[in-house]
């Protein structure tokens, strides 16, 4: 597709339970990242790919959260053992390059609501 | 550690009065710095942004900022908004190829 696709676009999920949430960003972009946004907190960083580099997972908030990236492309962010607190918008970003000096396109985020 | 601070959370404003949104960073090396809006129920757009040269930048829908590297400062201005502004405006700053953001400024535009 064109832009950044996130699925699914909302997830109800039981406490306890475990959720995946997918990302296809933009053909050929190697920098991806994910993002959790919370009412009046903002965008919180939560992990950064570029191209085979390991990734930045200083954002995570625990280890019940974790990312891969196969291929270099699709991007998948699993939150194990699910609380409520983990309710948020999971946005997520891809760029041409990481370097810095191009933009970050946006998907349309993944509403997460946690029972 | 590295952060960008957004000064303003809240703004309210009549049509046509100037805006203007604080945005400063704590990183000494090499930044890229960004605008986003959030319209409601919008994606994440570009507003502007500043790589190198110029550190006066325009960018999209009459907006501008100004880069003072020495203040670590990316501030956003706009001479006069108008009521289809309102939204959520984050300033990023990408330090390292980590891309930052702020905790977002609220504005909102009375006609």
């Known amino acids: 597709g064109a832009g950044v696709s996130q699925s699914p676009s909302n997830k109800v999920t039981e406490k306890g339970k475990d959720v995946e949430l997918r990302c296809d960003p933009i053909?050929?972009?190697?920098?991806l990242y994910w993002y959790r946004q919370s009412l009046g907190q903002g965008l919180e960083f939560l992990i950064y790919?570029?191209?085979?580099?390991?990734?930045?997972k200083s954002g995570l908030p625990s280890d019940r959260f974790s990312a891969e990236r196969t291929g270099g492309s699709v991007s998948t962010l699993t939150i194990q053992r699910t609380q409520q607190e983990d309710s948020a918008v999971y946005l997520c970003a891809s760029s041409l390059a990481g370097g810095g000096n191009t933009e970050a396109f946006f998907g349309q985020g993944t509403r997460l609501t946690v029972v | 550690a590295q952060s960008v601070s957004q000064h303003n959370h809240h703004v309210i404003l009549s049509e046509a009065a100037s805006l203007e949104l604080g945005c400063n960073y704590s990183?000494?090396?090499?930044?890229?710095l960004f605008w986003y809006v959030q319209s409601p129920g919008q994606h994440l757009q570009l507003l502007l942004k500043y790589f190198s040269g110029d550190p006066l930048v325009k960018g999209i829908k009459g907006f501008e900022a100004e880069f003072i590297k020495s203040k670590f400062s990316f501030n956003l201005r706009k001479p006069s908004v108008q009521w289809s502004d309102t939204a959520e405006y984050f300033c990023a700053v990408n330090m390292i190829g980590k891309l930052i953001f702020g905790q977002g400024t609220t504005l909102q535009v009375k006609p």
């Open positions: 790919f570029q191209g085979n580099s390991a990734p930045d």
């Open positions: 990183y000494g090396g090499t930044v890229n």
């Open positions: 053909s050929g972009h190697t920098a």
